[in-house]
């Protein structure tokens, strides 16, 4: 079965530093690019950012470039997304997603689970 | 601009047609696909490229694109088919960054 599976949910402190992670299974990892996700609680779908297994090549969106940093270690079929400095507005539901294909045909078609970030004093 | 506008909410009539837009620059150069969330899970891939499924997504469920505007159109609305549902494109081709749209709430009657 082809699936991203997340670590585990999150309970910060504001300042502190995490680093969440994504573990594909079932295909090549080395093939697909692994793009992060972010949904603040009753809102909608935010696009953060994308790396490619192979050359760690990693784009961000502009609202988070900077705010984040998306890693990848292809030994163990894993990406990652961290945060050095945590702030209450990170709070939600992080999810990351396969992109299948290439344009005019692609699409993030597996997603993982999520994981649910809560920062609070 | 890179933003996807959606209607924020719509509704349809148990078996009936309803049609979904989003609405934006870059899909005059990019196909949008669409995901289906229901509370508590994950999204899900239902349309992407000019008009694709992936395997068991129900053929009730179609993509389109004319101008700046795609659909996702259910023809033959399920009760299960209640969910948010968003499109997302690529935001440009300079780079791989995407968009996605404010999102729609479809409720079934």
């Known amino acids: 079965e082809v699936q991203l599976v997340q670590s585990g949910a999150e309970v910060k402190k504001p300042g502190d530093s995490l680093k969440i992670s994504c573990q594909g299974s079932?295909?090549?990892?080395?093939?697909?690019?692994i793009g992060w996700v972010r949904q603040k609680p009753g809102k909608g779908l935010e696009w953060m950012g994308i790396i490619h297994p192979v050359d760690s090549d990693a784009r961000y969106s502009p609202s988070f470039q900077g705010q984040v940093t998306i890693s990848v270690d292809k030994s163990v079929n894993t990406a990652f997304l961290q945060w050095s400095s945590l702030r209450a507005s990170d709070t939600g539901m992080y999810y990351c997603?396969?992109?299948?294909?290439?344009?005019?045909?692609?699409?993030?078609?597996?997603w993982g689970q999520g994981t649910m970030l809560i920062v609070t004093s | 601009s890179s933003e996807l506008t959606q209607d924020p909410a719509v509704s349809v009539a148990l078996g009936q047609t309803v049609r979904i837009t989003c609405q934006g620059d870059?899909?005059?150069?990019?196909?949008a696909s669409w995901y289906q969330q229901k509370p508590g899970q994950a999204p899900v891939l239902v349309t992407y490229g000019e008009n694709n499924r992936p395997s068991g997504i129900p053929d009730r469920f179609s993509g389109s694109t004319s101008g700046d505007t795609a659909s996702l159109t259910i023809t033959g609305a399920q009760a299960d088919d209640e969910a948010d549902y968003y499109c997302?494109?690529?935001?440009?081709?300079?780079?791989?960054?995407?968009?996605f749209g404010t999102g729609t709430k479809v409720t079934v009657l």
């Open positions: 997302n494109s690529r935001a440009s081709s300079a780079n791989h960054n995407y968009v």
């Open positions: 997603a396969r992109r299948r294909g290439c344009s005019p045909d692609e699409a993030f078609d597996i």
């Open positions: 870059s899909l005059r150069d990019f196909y």
């Open positions: 079932g295909y090549r990892f080395s093939t697909n690019w």
